[in-house]
């Protein structure tokens, strides 16, 4: 988000020519964007620890985040699938810099903690160090990391997980908490196990409670029916989060906010949502132009509306300010 004003203005006063500006800015965003990091890792751990339910809606690019901001949201989620549904490559094609680079620009657009989608890793141990430490880097306020054959399978979008040893699993989780631990302690790990289809629930719980012992903060197993959903909470160790796969073919229940609390989740993750509503409502639009040249799902007033709350999401008027202060008149008044 932009910076308030009258940090710009005070800036320019303490310079006595560009060059000296241009250094007090870059430094001062450096320090500032340092900061900010540090906090959004606490400020995570404070939400946590508190007594709210925490909803996530995935995020692909920065305005989905902001508008969860702007709205009230607390968190938001950066998912592997929107992020390879964006890029037209699915999320098993998907490199590590490449979720670490969405992820870190959607952190960097917004003061609300972003939990991002690891994968299984990017890789073995080792491997799983060095992602946690990307995302960390990045801004990232907390990472999700899966039980998963890594590289991950086209397929595992019907639903066929390969799930690697349970113990090769638990030193993934070790390495990648040491690494939390010795780059922000505050950062926060969380243990995705990807085996109740298969393996069975209780697999995935013995899993996670592994995690828990390893270090993870938090967990995610993947329910197939109701009863086993009601069950995660009661038999996990730590704090659960639950993932609403909005037009899953595999039977998986959705529920709303309140009843996930009832239950004891701690956070859901909405892991579709903005992707789907967006790729159905822009391709009913471009369906109907094409068949009649026109477009009528939205009134001119609703576009306005649209366009003037992209705007302010992004900062629009600080911009302005700043010309104002610099290149342009203050003359044009507010659009």
């Known amino acids: ?42 400020k995570l751990r404070k939400l946590l620890a508190g007594d709210d339910f925490l909803y996530m809606p995935a995020a ?18 950066v998912g592997g699938y929107v992020t390879g549904g964006s890029k037209a490559v699915s999320e098993p094609l998907l490199s590590m810099s490449e979720q670490v680079n969405v992820a870190g620009e959607i952190a960097q657009s917004c003061s609300i903690p972003i939990i991002a989608d690891a994968g299984a890793g ?53 390495y990648a908490c040491r690494e939390r631990d010795t780059k922000d302690p505050d950062f926060v790990v969380i243990v995705r196990s990807d085996t109740c289809r298969f393996e069975g629930f209780g697999e995935a719980v013995k899993r996670v409670n592994m995690g828990a012992e390893e270090g993870a903060d938090m967990g995610l197993i993947f329910p197939t029916n109701h009863e086993e959903a009601v069950q995660a909470p009661k ?11 909005r037009g899953n073919r595999d039977g998986r229940p959705l529920y709303g906010n309140n009843e996930l609390r009832d239950m004891g ?56 300010l700043i010309e104002e202060e610099t290149v342009e008149e203050k003359k044009w008044g507010k659009r």
């Open 1 to 42: 988000m932009p910076r308030p004003i009258g940090a710009f203005c005070f800036l320019k006063s303490l310079a006595h020519n560009k060059t000296e500006f241009n250094c007090y800015f870059w430094c001062t965003l450096r320090t500032t964007r340092e900061t900010d990091m540090e906090k959004i890792t606490t």
């Open 60 to 77: 692909y690019y920065p305005l989905c985040a902001l508008v969860a901001q702007q709205i009230g949201l607390k968190t938001a989620y």
């Open 122 to 174: 990017f890789g073995e141990p080792l491997h799983c160090m060095r992602t946690v430490r990307e995302f960390i880097s990045a801004g990232v306020a907390g990472v999700h990391i899966e039980d998963q054959l890594y590289p991950k399978r086209a397929h595992y979008h019907k639903y066929v997980a390969h799930a690697i040893p349970a113990d090769e699993f638990a030193y993934k989780i070790r």
């Open 235 to 245: 038999e996990c160790a730590i704090p659960m989060v639950y993932v609403q796969s």
């Open 265 to 320: 989740y701690k956070a859901c993750i909405d892991a579709q949502l903005w992707l789907t509503v967006s790729f159905h409502h822009a391709k009913k639009a471009l369906e109907e132009i094409h068949a009649t040249g026109s477009y009528t799902g939205m009134t001119d007033a609703e576009n306005i509306s649209a366009r003037q709350g992209i705007e302010d999401a992004i900062g629009l008027e600080d911009y302005y």
